[in-house]
């Protein structure tokens, strides 16, 4: 039998889209990267990841027990006004207080977050969880792709970044 080069593309294509598609759901291997590291080398996450590691919480995601992270894509990260990112780019405690939300203990791929409500994040901010299959959102933010499996937990892309917290100045009342 003689496959057309059309014919042989769409059989390559398929066979790629299953394959990524197995990766992204964990039905292949185990990961064996860190969130941190699967967070590093993934080409939509590069603000997070400079940002993970600015604020200091790279050994948190390398080494620490299992982890769900939301992660905001660099596409979430340009919605954002310049002047605010800047902003908490040099207030650090600011920066590990936004970032630190959007992590949780434990690994909860999207089926385990369809049957929970509220989560909280290791920073104690609370996490709401609405919706099931396609409309499934956290805190009012769409999955974009989720169940990114890493070694220490599970990652799940997100198209806008969580609440910021407050600038330090603003919670002073002087």
């Known amino acids: 039998m003689k496959l057309s080069i059309h014919a042989a593309f769409v059989v390559l294509l398929i066979s790629g889209v299953v394959y990524e598609a197995r990766a992204v759901c964990g039905a292949s291997e185990p990961a064996k990267q860190s969130a941190f590291d699967t967070i590093r080398d993934n080409p939509q996450l590069v603000t997070?990841?400079?940002l993970i590691r600015k604020a200091g919480l790279a050994d948190t995601l390398?080494?620490?027990?299992?982890?769900t992270v939301f992660a905001p894509?660099?596409?979430a990260?340009?919605?954002m006004p310049h002047e605010k990112l800047a902003a908490l780019e040099n207030d650090k405690i600011a920066l590990r207080r936004m970032l630190m939300s959007h992590i949780v203990k434990g690994r909860l791929y999207?089926?385990?977050l369809e049957s929970q409500r509220n989560l909280h994040a290791i920073n104690d901010e609370p996490i709401d969880i609405a919706g099931k299959g396609e409309t499934l959102a956290v805190n009012s933010v769409r999955l974009s792709i989720s169940s990114v499996p890493a070694s220490n937990g599970v990652i799940h892309l997100v198209d806008r970044v969580f609440a910021l917290p407050q600038p330090l100045s603003a919670l002073d009342p002087r």
Do not use: E, I, L
């Open 48 to 50: 997070f990841y400079m």
């Open 77 to 79: 990260f340009r919605q």
């Open 110 to 112: 999207r089926t385990n």
């Open 62 to 67: 390398k080494t620490g027990s299992s982890y």
């Open 73 to 75: 894509t660099d596409a």
